[in-house]
């Protein structure tokens, strides 16, 4: 690889990691995972960064992560929910510097939790479309699945985590 093209891999991978490592940890409701997640991801784009560098390469990382949390959950054949997760960490913290003040860690976490609940397809699109900020389009490409699919997960999964999460930011998990 070029060092010109070396240096615009850094540059995309700092610019880019704040919102990987946050859609990682949305997908896994896990921080290290979330970490591994993202490092294999860079490592894997960096691969194919020559071919695929100039065209969209957030969105072809986002789909190399996402691949790789949907493969693992393949792998244990079925999805492990998170049982815990553990109240004196809050990653936000670290793949978001510029939160609010006002942002309470304790709603994100019941966030987290109720994210866990949704089955994989809703949570998936949740995450894409209103974390990691993808359009409708791209969710779609993304997974696979057409734009109305996108749509209806999205308001099915949407629709299930305001029932999950009560008005005071607690979350009701079965």
Not at 117 to 125: C, T
Request: with cysteine.
């Amino acid at each position: 690889m070029k060092p010109s093209e070396e240096a615009a891999f850094e540059q995309f991978a700092a610019h880019a990691m704040p919102r990987l490592l946050r859609t990682a940890w949305l997908l896994t409701g896990d921080p290290t995972r979330a970490e591994d997640v993202v490092q294999e991801s860079l490592v894997r784009m960096f691969g194919v960064w020559p071919r695929v560098g100039h065209d969209e390469p957030e969105a072809y990382c986002h789909r190399i992560l996402r691949n790789l949390v949907v493969s693992t959950w393949r792998k244990d054949r079925r999805l492990v929910l998170v049982d815990h997760v553990r109240d004196d960490v809050d990653p936000r913290s670290q793949v978001d510097p510029g939160r609010r003040a006002t942002d309470d860690a304790g709603t994100r976490l019941d966030l987290v939790r109720a994210l866990q609940e949704l089955p994989a397809r809703e949570r998936e699109v949740v995450v894409l479309r209103h974390y990691a900020d993808l359009s409708e389009r791209a969710v779609a490409e993304l997974l696979g699945v057409s734009i109305g699919t996108v749509k209806s997960s999205a308001s099915r999964g949407l629709e299930r985590l305001r029932a999950l999460i009560s008005d005071k930011g607690e979350a009701h998990v079965q």
